[in-house]
């Protein structure tokens, strides 16, 4: 079992850029497609973008895509999501999640996908 941990949310006004990142331990991080998710109050859990094991493919939630990017690290074990002009609309707890490589990028849009998850970071974007 894979253990991740989230690192890098804050509090930024709209318009503003973070970078998130995602630490592994327990087991390489090649050895998954990595996928960070998002869950505002009251809504369930959103996908946002996820990576192939080598980073030679991504895969984005429509809400993020054009300001989002993932990409890693395996040297690193780490995963990265880089948000630019953030909207007040994108505040949430953000995870990072790691699912065994069964299926095709695209799968990874599903929650069920992925076997390990970090426990979140807030990222708040204030009007």
Request: aromatic share 14%; net charge positive.
């Amino acid at each position: 079992q894979v253990q991740l941990v989230e690192s890098g949310g804050g509090l930024v006004q709209a318009g503003d850029s973070l970078r998130l990142s995602c630490a592994a331990s327990g087991r390489p991080l090649s050895t998954y497609i990595m996928g960070w998710f998002r869950q505002a109050p009251g809504k369930e859990r959103e996908f946002v973008a996820a990576i192939s094991r080598t980073g030679g493919d991504t895969y984005y939630g429509d809400s993020v895509k054009g300001r989002f990017t993932i990409s890693r690290d395996n040297a690193k074990n780490t995963v990265y999501l880089q948000m630019n002009s953030l909207k007040p609309e994108d505040t949430a707890v953000y995870y990072c999640a790691a699912g065994n490589s069964y299926y095709s990028l695209s799968y990874y849009y599903r929650a069920a996908a992925f076997g390990s998850w970090g426990q979140g970071t807030q990222v708040t974007v204030s009007a």
